[in-house]
């Protein structure tokens, strides 16, 4: 594959989720419009000037990082995780729907979806390519098998072969867990700012090297199966006051939700009500009827 299959905002949702089943990868560009990435830019710059470099060749000795985009850009960040491709192709991803005994009780349960990593990254001129990769690796996933991840790379400058476009091997989401990755096999996810890169976490991918005189920003997001334990501690990477503020459906993104059939419950209950109520309040409600708590 000589490149990315590149879309637009008006690419139909099926479409995109065709192409990442078969590719691992897709390009939509214009994700963001200018505002949004000029706000973004605004509010990530100064953290990412003072972030010191990694001393980790894996992150990059040359590259600098910056988490906790949702305290740091709330408004900005909301309209990255909602954008209808981006959160619904991980909904039809990976929200698939399984099944158990309870007793003679044949129960199917949808597992939810959760914000698990946010990360600005600045890759300064020098920096050097960095090693190929599995995302999903961070929860020891096995392949080939159904996805866990669904991951976004957002260009907050232009994407080029010179500056470390990131790299991708198309198709490598389908390899099993034997076959190692090369750079011979990548392909650089070439883009205008304001796009982004989507892959699940099974393809090997990584920063590609900057051999030019200015920086490539950009800023990356994960949604992960609601079950695993999220990557970037969400409950202290964002304050309640933060989350207090943010829409209700990325507020259960970040985590103030239950994964069916009850991971992350409260007293038994649905922890979004926390927002809301105290936990003594919380513990003198009815429980519900799942069968598990």
Request: a negative charge.
């Amino acid at each position: 594959m000589a490149e990315l299959t590149h879309v637009n905002p008006a690419t139909s949702l099926d479409e995109v989720v065709e192409i990442l089943e078969r590719d691992g990868a897709v390009i939509v560009e214009n994700f963001v419009d200018s505002e949004t990435l000029a706000a973004l830019r605004a509010d990530l710059e100064l953290g990412l000037e003072a972030a010191g470099y990694s001393e980790s060749g894996y992150d990059g000795k040359k590259t600098k990082r910056l988490s906790s985009l949702f305290q740091r850009s709330p408004r900005q960040m909301t309209s990255v995780v909602l954008q209808p491709q981006f959160l619904g192709a991980a909904r039809r991803l990976l929200q698939q729907t399984t099944h158990m005994w309870i007793g003679k009780l044949r129960m199917e349960v949808t597992p939810s979806i959760q914000i698990s990593f946010t990360q600005a990254i600045r890759i300064d001129p020098g920096q050097g390519r960095q090693p190929l990769h599995r995302d999903d690796a961070m929860h020891l996933w096995r392949h080939p098998g159904p996805p866990c991840r669904l991951q976004l790379m957002l260009a907050m400058t232009d994407f080029t072969r010179a500056n470390g476009a990131t790299l991708v091997i198309p198709g490598s989401h389908q390899w099993d867990d034997e076959r190692a990755p090369a750079y011979a096999e990548a392909v650089p996810a070439v883009m205008p700012a304001g796009s982004a890169l989507l892959w699940p976490g099974g393809v090997y991918h990584g920063g590609g090297a900057n051999t030019t005189d200015s920086p490539r920003y950009s800023l990356s997001v994960a949604l992960d199966l609601g079950n695993l334990r999220q990557e970037e501690n969400q409950y202290l990477a964002v304050s309640r006051e933060t989350v207090l503020t943010l829409p209700e459906e990325v507020q259960r993104l970040l985590g103030w939700d239950r994964c069916p059939p009850g991971l992350g419950q409260v007293e038994t209950q649905d922890p979004h009500l926390l927002l809301e109520q105290s936990q003594q309040e919380l513990a003198t409600r009815p429980r519900g009827a799942n069968p598990l708590t």
